[in-house]
């Protein structure tokens, strides 16, 4: 697979290039330039299959050549001793929960891929190391991911404020390998600071530097196997149209579906799932896309107003826009709306679920009555994060409390950085340099 800038046609890089250098020198975010077609390899498996097994043998072919067959399965089963479940609810709606990973949350799966990857390319480098900006869920399944991965440190930059459910075992002053570093800025500092210091070209070529971000299509690509693995379970269940409902704060998830959909998975739609930031849902339909003031909201993995996957989604739209804008419905869910849908599926199943979940449920349903699809289809909505990591909100809807596991527990356990930074790149360096 030959992967490209959003900003040109040229030059073309393989995979690994791509995944080690992972922003374009004009500015671009790599996206494939060709998908490979699996049509016939998605068919020949059913609900049988483990994902592992899946991905052994999706992967080569999806990256056509990027990795062997032989690689896809040694990384498969460094990176995953958990899988994704489908769970059924009723004729018109399934739940596939992703946050069986870990730290509880979906990105446990394209983070615990790139870090599987990045250990077989960087073997022979003395030193490697991977510059992230991260918010609290974001850095404890990196943290997880990357710990102990042989020849690779993992930085995390993080906005001010306290940071929670890291291992101080872990980190670097420990003889581990993490190193957090705060700084006195935002999130968007922090994003800024990871790209400045990836292009410059001396610093990176010192440390082999790349990043866990979505920037990565090493750390988006993955999240296509979710996709396809309930594709595997459900295709032989319903006579009916399939839906995916996708929570959508930066987009990465709904690009990794259209992906899904371009190396070939059937399927009918896309449901954009948003709070009520909507950030793409005008552009969606054909409007020119206008970034808003944030607002929050009681889903706050969605509140974004410039979502990082952007050009990704712009290049769909410039390849078939009169096809990408009849396959994604847009649909912008409130925090009341929200709520009453965090109880109202605990009391028709018996299940909790958190609130992007019940954002994208939500958004289903709304996407069902608009368009008179309810009976035709079948909808699998993405469940994005564990609700006990949202205990009090989840337990406030349905009027009860949520039991916590001890594993999500443990993600609030407070610790400190090893530096705290002012949010320029210098500074960033600097606190690198000193830890080695």
């Known amino acids: 697979m030959q992967f490209r800038s959003t900003k040109s046609k040229f030059p073309l890089v393989p995979y690994k290039d791509a995944v080690l250098n992972c922003l374009p020198d ?84 394209g983070i615990a891929f790139l870090s599987a990857i990045l250990e077989e390319f960087f073997k022979g480098r003395e030193q490697s ?10 850095a404890v399944s990196m943290a997880h991911a990357f710990n102990g991965r042989k020849g690779i440190s993992l930085v995390l930059l993080y906005p001010s404020g306290q940071i929670r459910g890291l291992d101080p075992s872990s980190f670097v002053q420990n003889g581990g390998n993490i190193i957090p570093i705060q700084v006195k800025g935002t999130f968007d500092d922090c994003q800024r600071l990871v790209v400045e210091t990836i292009k410059d070209r001396e610093f990176s070529a010192r440390y082999n530097v790349t990043s866990a971000n979505t920037i990565n299509p090493g750390r ?21 149209d399939l839906f ?5 704060g930066n987009f990465g998830n709904l690009i990794a579906g259209l992906y899904a959909w371009k190396f ?54 410039e390849e078939a826009p009169a096809i ?79 039991k916590v596991p001890e594993s999500i527990q443990a993600l609030q356990k407070r610790c400190d950085p090893v530096a705290i930074i002012q949010p320029q790149l210098d500074a960033v360096e600097s606190a690198i340099a000193s830890c080695f």
């Not at 490979?36 to 609900?47: C, G, P, Q």
């Not at 379970?233 to 009916?240: G, S």
């Not at 995916?244 to 959508?248: G, Y």
């Not at 709070?275 to 889903?299: C, E, H, Q, V």
Request: charged fraction near 20%; glycine fraction near 6%.
């Open 129 to 138: 190391m991977i510059v992230s900006a991260a918010r609290a869920d974001t």
């Open 220 to 240: 988006l690509l993955p999240q296509v196997f979710y996709y396809l693995y309930a594709f595997i379970q459900i295709k032989n269940k319903y006579n009916k």
């Open 264 to 317: 070939g998975m059937p399927v009918n739609g896309f449901i954009a799932a948003m709070n009520i930031n909507n950030a793409f849902g005008d552009y969606i339909r054909g409007n020119k896309f206008r970034p808003k003031p944030l607002i929050t909201t009681k889903s706050p993995s969605l509140d974004v107003s410039f979502p990082l996957n952007y050009e990704r989604l712009a290049s769909f739209y």
């Open 26 to 109: 004009d500015g671009g975010l790599y996206v494939p330039d060709q998908t490979a077609d699996i049509r016939e390899l998605l068919f020949s498996m059913n609900e049988k299959t483990t994902f592992n097994d899946m991905l052994s043998a999706l992967a080569p072919s999806i990256l056509e050549g990027g990795i062997s067959p032989a690689e896809a399965s040694k990384i498969a089963a460094s990176a995953y001793n958990y899988e994704p479940e489908l769970v059924n609810l009723d004729e018109n709606y399934s739940i596939l929960k992703l946050y069986n990973g870990p730290t509880g949350i979906f990105k446990d799966y």
């Open 244 to 248: 995916f409902s996708v929570p959508c």
């Open 324 to 402: 990408m804008r009849n396959i994604v419905y847009p649909a912008s869910i409130n925090d009341d709306l929200t709520m009453q849908i965090i109880e109202q599926i605990y009391k028709n199943y018996g299940i909790h679920v958190d609130s992007n979940t019940a954002v994208a449920f939500a958004a289903a349903q709304e996407i069902s009555s608009e368009y008179k699809l309810s009976g035709h289809t079948h909808t699998v909505v993405l469940a994005t994060g564990h609700p006990a990591r949202e205990a009090s909100l989840a337990g406030d809807a349905v009027g009860k409390s949520i």
